[in-house]
């Protein structure tokens, strides 16, 4: 059985805000609430989990050494630590 593909971050990220808009109308019936509440929670940790693995990748800068040799650094921001 083939795998399912998995969603984009922004695919989420839409589920997860057509969540929040069915959510704040309160039309839908309490069973489909708490779907959806569950499911939200799914996604947002989901958002959350992306992002942070985004942020380590862009916490490492590549520079080139004097020998011509690519060389990984930790990223500094003034201010943060």
Same mark, same amino acid.
């Given at each position: 059985m *083939?795998?399912?593909?998995?969603?984009?971050?922004?695919?989420n990220?839409?589920?997860?805000e057509?969540i929040?808009?069915?959510?704040?109308?309160?039309?839908? *019936?309490?069973?489909?609430?708490?779907?959806?509440?569950?499911?939200?929670?799914?996604?947002?940790?989901?958002?959350m989990?992306?992002l942070?693995?985004?942020?380590?990748?862009?916490?490492?800068?590549?520079q080139?050494?004097?020998k011509?040799?690519?060389?990984?650094?930790?990223?500094?921001?003034?201010?943060?630590q």
């Open positions: *083939p795998r399912k593909k998995q969603a984009s971050f922004e695919e990220l839409q589920e997860l057509n929040v808009i069915r959510l704040e109308k309160g039309q839908s *019936p309490l069973a489909d609430i708490v779907a959806d509440y569950t499911k939200g929670m799914e996604l947002s940790a989901k958002c989990d992306a942070k693995q985004a942020e380590k990748k862009m916490d490492i800068v590549l080139e050494s004097s011509g040799e690519i060389v990984e650094k930790q990223l500094i921001i003034e201010g943060e």
